[in-house]
C-alpha cells in the first residue's frame, strides 16, 4: 500500500525515527477518540440520545471520520514540507506542487472533490439496501457530518475552489489520491461507519446534528492534541497491517489518557446532607439549601435561579444541587464562573476541597482555577498543561497539533474547561461561543460540566446577550446550569428563562411570582417558582445617612478610626480611590492600618493586598486587630472579600451594588456593636435635577454609570425607606430602579437615559453580531480570528494584559513576580488601551530578552511589556499600583 510512504509527524533530522507514518498518527487520534466515546460515558449517551442513535453506532460513526482529519496530509504539497535522511522509501517532493493551503483546508479539498467517486467505486460502501432516494439524503447530511474533523486545527475549513490536482500529484513515485483512497478503504475495515439510515430523513436529525457538530469539533481536536503526544505515541516507521497498529493505537491511547487524566471519570456520590461535607454531626440548612435539598431533580436539563440575600448560603445550596445533579447524570463536573479574576480567587478558596466530597475518595478530580494563580493538582497540571515533546511546526505559520496544544494550555486560564472542576471569571465560558480559535474546546468542556454562575446580574446587556446565547446551547446540548444572585430584576430574570427555554425548544413562560427569596427551576413542563424563607440571622436593616462632599467623607472615616471602629470607603474610580487613600493616610494616626485595593495592581500584589485585608478585616479578625483599619477600595472589594466592617462610605451607584456593599456591613457575628451604617457620597437631592446633577459631585462615578437615571432612582428609593431592610423589601428597592419607572424620571436627565438605552440595544445588537450562530453548525465564516481575550465584555475601549519587568541580579530582563509558579500570570496588570499607550516601550537593547521570555512563558504572547524602573513618566509601586503621569504624582 503506498500509503505507507507518507509522514504525519516529524521531528529534527538525526533522530533514530525522523517521523512518524501518517496513517499510523491517524489511527492514534481515532483510538483516543474512540476511549473518550466510550459508550459509557455519560456525555456518549447525551449525544446519542439527541441524535437518536445508540451510543455504539454514534461511537462507530464519528470515530471514522475522526481517521480522515489528516488526509490533507496525503498532498505532495505538504509532504514536500520535510525529507528523511534515514527513511528514503518516503514519496519525494514535486517542485511544481507548491504548500499554499494548509493541510486542514486540504482534506476538505480531497474529500470534496473525491467523495462520491469512492462511494461509487466501492471504496465507502453504501448501506446494504440503500436506496436512491436514501443515497440522496446521505448525500445531503454529509456537508453538516464532515466539517468538525477537517477544522480540527481550531476553527473550521472549506474546500472553495482550490484545485484537487494543484496540490494531491501523480508521478512515477506515487499517485496521492490513489494513497487517500487506499488509506480510507483499509480504514474504513476497521472501523466502519455505522450509517443512521433511519434518521437521515429527518429535517430534526440533521439540525441536531449541526447544532451538536461544535462539540463534535472540540472531541476531535481534543484527541488530536492527546493522539499527536510523542510521549505516549511513539514514532513509528516500519510496515505493519493497519489492523496491528490499531491494537498498538489503542493500548497507548489507553495509557494516554490513564496519564493524562482522561480515563477514568470521577464517580460521583450521592448527596448525604451537609453534614458529610464538613465532618460535623448536625449542620442545620438555611430555608435556600433545604429548598435545593429537596427539590425534585428533573430528567433533562436543568436550569435553577436562586434568589436570596447575602449570607443565605447560595454558593453551598449551588454545591447541594451540583452534587446531586452530578449523582443524576447530568454532567461529569463543574465549571464555577464568577465576575472578575478577584472573586474567582475568594471562590477558590472558599471551596478548597469541599468539590472532593462530591466524589469517591479513589475519584480524586482535578481542580483548576481558571485565570492562573494557583491550583490544587499537580498531577493534572503536570500531565495535561506540561509541554508536549515538540514537532516541527509545518511552516511559520501553521504550527502542528502539539504546538497549537502546547501554545492553547500555556495560558493556563483555559484548563479549568478542560478539568474536573474548574473556576474563573464569566469569560472563559462565553469564550466558547465567539469566534475564537479553539472555542469547540471550551464547548466540549462545558458540555461535560454543570454550570455555576454567581452573581448573575452584574452582567451588563453585551454579556447578558452573550450569556444567554450560551445557556441556550448549554441546554440544546444536554447540560445543566445553576444561577446565583442576591438582587435580580424580574426583566432579567425572564430574559434568563426564556433563553433556556428557547435551547429546549419550549415556548417562554414569564415569571409568575414576585417573593424573595425565590428558588426556580426550568426544566421540562411547567417551571417552578418557590418562594423561600429566610433566617434571621441574615437579615439586614442598614440606615443610609447622606454626604454631599469629598471632605464630609474623609471626616466620616476620621471620626469612625477615632470611635475604634473599622470603616471601608467604595469609591467607584480607581483614581477616586488613591486621592482618598492619599488624603486619609496623611491624617491617621497610624498609617500602617490604612490599605489601597483596586484592580491596578499586578496579580502578585492584588494576592497580597487581599490577603491583608482578609487578616484584617476578615470572619477570623479579632477585635483588636479591626480597630481604627481603614480600606479605601473600589467595587473589587464587594465582590471578591469575606470580610465585613463597621461601617461604610460608598459614592453613589446604581442600588444593586448598594445593597452588595451593604453586605460587608457586620457580616459575622461579634458579639454588641453599635447598628451598622451606610453614608451615601451623592451630589444633593433634588426632584428636578439636571444633566449635571450627578458630574457636579462625583465626575468619576458620572463617566462609569453614565444614566445619571438609575443613581438619581437609587437615591429617591432609598430617601423613601431610609435604610436597606432585607429581605423584606428587597423587590422594592430592586424594581424602584429597575422595574417601570420610565413616568418619574425628571426631564433633565432622560437624555442620559434614552442614550444609555439606546447603547444597550446597540450592545445587545453587537453580541448578537459578534456571537457564533451556532444553529448553523461548525462551518466557516469570516468572523474567526486567533486567540485574544476580546469579545466577551463591551467597552469604550479596549484592555491591554500589560507585563510587569524588572532586572535580575545578574541584569537580566526578568519576570516582575520573579521566577516562582505562575509568574507570567502573578505579573500582570489589566489597563485600558488609552492607559497603557502612556507607558514607556520596552527599549530596543532588551527586545530580544522580552522574546526569550515569551518563548520561556507562552502566556506573555498577548501582552504589552512594560519596565517600570525605565519609565520616565509613569511608576509603580506596591502600596499605590500603576501610577500614570508623573512619578511624583500618585494619580
Known amino acids: 500500500m503506498t500509503y505507507y510512504r507518507y509522514w504525519g509527524k516529524a521531528q529534527a533530522k538525526g533522530q533514530a525515527v525522523e517521523c512518524h507514518l501518517l496513517p499510523y498518527h491517524n489511527l ?3 483510538a483516543v477518540g474512540w476511549l473518550l466515546l466510550s459508550p459509557d460515558r455519560p456525555l456518549t449517551q447525551r449525544l446519542a440520545a439527541q441524535l437518536s442513535l445508540k451510543p455504539e453506532a454514534l461511537r462507530q460513526l464519528l470515530v471514522f471520520w475522526l481517521g480522515l482529519h489528516d488526509i490533507g496530509k496525503f498532498s505532495r504539497a505538504f509532504q514536500g514540507l520535510f525529507t528523511s535522511s534515514a527513511n528514503q522509501d518516503l514519496v519525494p517532493p514535486i517542485a511544481q506542487c507548491a504548500y499554499t493551503q494548509r493541510h486542514d483546508r486540504l482534506g476538505a479539498v480531497i474529500w470534496e472533490a473525491k467523495w462520491h467517486e469512492w462511494f461509487e467505486d466501492g471504496t465507502l460502501r453504501w448501506p446494504a439496501g440503500f436506496s436512491r432516494m436514501e443515497r440522496k439524503a446521505l448525500r445531503a447530511a454529509l456537508p453538516v457530518l464532515t466539517p468538525p474533523f477537517f477544522g480540527h486545527h481550531g476553527q473550521p475549513v472549506e474546500a472553495g475552489k482550490v484545485d484537487v490536482e494543484a496540490f494531491f500529484c501523480r508521478d512515477q513515485h506515487a499517485d496521492d489520491v490513489e494513497a487517500t483512497r487506499q488509506f480510507i478503504a483499509d480504514w474504513a475495515d476497521i472501523v466502519p461507519p455505522d450509517w443512521p439510515t433511519e434518521q437521515l430523513f429527518s429535517e430534526e436529525w440533521v439540525y441536531a446534528l449541526q447544532t451538536l457538530s461544535w462539540s463534535i469539533a472540540g472531541w476531535a481536536t481534543l ?30 491511547a489507553e495509557r494516554a489518557l490513564q496519564e493524562t487524566g482522561f480515563k477514568r471519570l470521577p464517580e460521583p456520590l450521592p448527596y448525604a446532607g451537609m453534614a458529610s461535607w464538613f465532618g460535623q454531626q448536625t449542620v442545620t440548612p438555611t430555608p435556600l439549601q433545604h429548598a435545593a435539598e429537596t427539590v425534585a431533580i428533573t430528567d433533562g436539563p436543568q436550569l435553577f435561579i436562586l434568589e436570596d440575600e447575602t449570607g443565605s448560603g447560595k454558593t453551598e445550596a449551588a454545591c447541594i444541587l451540583t452534587q446531586r445533579l452530578l449523582a443524576a447524570g447530568h454532567g461529569d463536573g463543574l465549571y464555577f464562573a464568577l465576575p472578575t479574576m478577584a472573586t474567582s480567587n475568594a471562590m477558590y478558596a472558599r471551596l478548597g476541597n469541599l468539590h472532593r466530597r462530591f466524589y469517591t475518595a479513589e475519584s480524586m478530580p482535578s481542580f483548576v482555577l481558571a485565570h492562573g494563580a494557583r491550583d490544587l493538582n499537580d498531577d493534572f497540571m503536570a500531565a495535561v498543561a506540561a509541554p508536549h515533546p515538540g514537532d516541527l511546526d509545518y511552516t511559520s505559520s501553521e504550527l502542528s497539533a502539539t504546538s497549537r496544544c502546547n501554545q492553547w494550555l500555556a495560558d493556563s486560564r483555559k484548563k479549568a474547561l478542560l478539568a474536573e472542576v474548574g473556576v474563573g471569571t464569566i469569560d472563559q465560558a462565553l469564550m466558547a461561543i465567539l469566534p475564537f480559535r479553539h472555542q469547540s474546546l471550551r464547548l466540549y468542556g462545558l458540555a461535560r460540566k454543570v454550570l455555576v454562575i454567581d452573581e448573575v446580574h452584574a452582567y451588563d446587556n453585551y454579556m447578558q446577550t452573550l450569556l444567554s446565547q450560551l445557556l441556550s446551547y448549554h441546554a440544546r446540548q444536554g447540560g445543566s446550569a445553576i444561577l446565583l444572585t442576591a438582587t435580580l430584576p424580574r426583566a432579567m ?21 414576585d417573593d424573595f427569596p425565590l428558588l426556580t427551576h426550568v426544566s421540562e413542563g411547567q417551571p417552578l417558582e418557590l418562594p423561600l424563607g429566610s433566617r434571621k440571622e441574615v437579615a439586614r ?8 462632599e469629598e471632605e464630609q467623607a474623609i471626616d466620616a472615616v476620621l471620626a469612625a478610626i477615632e470611635a475604634g471602629e473599622c470603616i471601608a470607603w467604595v469609591r467607584n474610580t480607581v483614581d477616586d480611590a488613591i486621592r482618598a487613600f492619599e488624603a486619609i493616610a496623611a491624617r491617621h494616626p497610624d498609617p500602617e492600618h490604612c490599605l489601597l485595593f483596586h484592580s491596578r495592581f499586578a496579580m502578585v500584589d492584588r494576592q497580597r493586598i487581599e490577603s491583608q485585608v482578609i487578616e484584617r478585616l476578615g470572619k477570623d479578625s479579632t477585635p483588636d486587630m479591626r480597630k481604627g483599619q481603614v480600606l479605601i477600595s473600589t467595587q473589587v472589594f464587594q465582590e471578591s472579600l469575606d470580610c465585613d466592617v463597621d461601617v461604610m462610605v460608598s459614592d453613589i451607584a446604581p442600588i444593586d451594588l448598594l445593597i452588595q456593599r451593604a453586605g460587608r456591613l457586620q457580616r459575622h457575628q461579634r458579639g454588641l456593636r453599635c447598628p451598622p451604617r451606610l453614608l451615601v457620597l451623592a451630589p444633593p437631592w433634588s426632584d428636578d435635577p439636571d444633566e449635571k446633577w450627578l458630574q457636579r459631585t462625583l465626575p468619576g462615578t458620572q463617566a462609569v454609570y453614565r444614566d445619571t437615571s438609575l443613581s438619581w432612582l437609587t437615591q429617591r428609593v432609598l430617601r423613601h425607606l431610609e435604610a436597606i431592610r432585607l429581605p423584606e423589601e428587597a423587590r422594592e428597592l430592586i424594581e424602584g430602579v429597575y422595574g417601570r419607572v420610565a413616568d418619574v424620571i425628571p426631564d433633565g436627565l432622560q437624555t442620559a437615559r434614552y442614550e444609555q438605552k439606546g447603547m444597550q440595544r446597540t450592545a445587545g445588537s453587537m453580541a448578537t453580531f459578534n456571537a457564533l450562530d451556532l444553529e448553523e453548525g461548525y462551518v466557516k465564516s469570516d468572523q474567526w480570528q486567533e486567540e485574544q481575550e476580546i469579545g466577551t465584555r463591551l467597552m469604550d475601549e479596549p484592555t491591554i494584559n ?5 532586572f535580575s541580579d545578574g541584569d537580566e530582563l526578568a519576570l516582575w513576580a520573579g521566577e516562582g509558579r505562575h509568574a507570567d500570570m502573578l505579573s500582570q496588570v489589566k489597563l485600558r488601551q488609552s492607559q497603557a499607550t502612556k507607558l514607556a516601550a520596552l527599549p530596543s537593547r532588551y527586545e530580544s530578552q522580552w522574546l526569550t521570555l515569551q518563548e520561556r512563558y507562552k502566556v506573555l504572547k498577548y501582552t504589552q511589556p512594560w519596565l517600570p524602573n525605565d519609565d520616565p513618566d509613569c511608576g509603580y509601586d506596591t502600596q499605590w499600583g500603576v501610577r500614570l503621569g508623573a512619578k511624583e504624582q500618585t494619580s
Do not use: C
Open 28 to 30: 492514534d487520534v481515532a
Open 223 to 252: 484527541s488530536d492534541w492527546l493522539g499527536s503526544n510523542q510521549d505516549h505515541f511513539a514514532y513509528h516507521q516500519m510496515k505493519m497491517p493497519l489492523t496491528d497498529y490499531w491494537q498498538i493505537a489503542l493500548a497507548n
Open 493 to 513: 430574570r425572564s430574559d434568563l428563562m426564556a433563553a433556556w427555554q428557547a435551547g429546549l425548544g419550549q415556548s417562554e413562560t414569564t415569571p409568575q411570582k
Open 541 to 548: 436593616s442598614v440606615e443610609v445617612d447622606w454626604l454631599t
Open 802 to 806: 500589560v507585563v510587569l519587568l524588572s
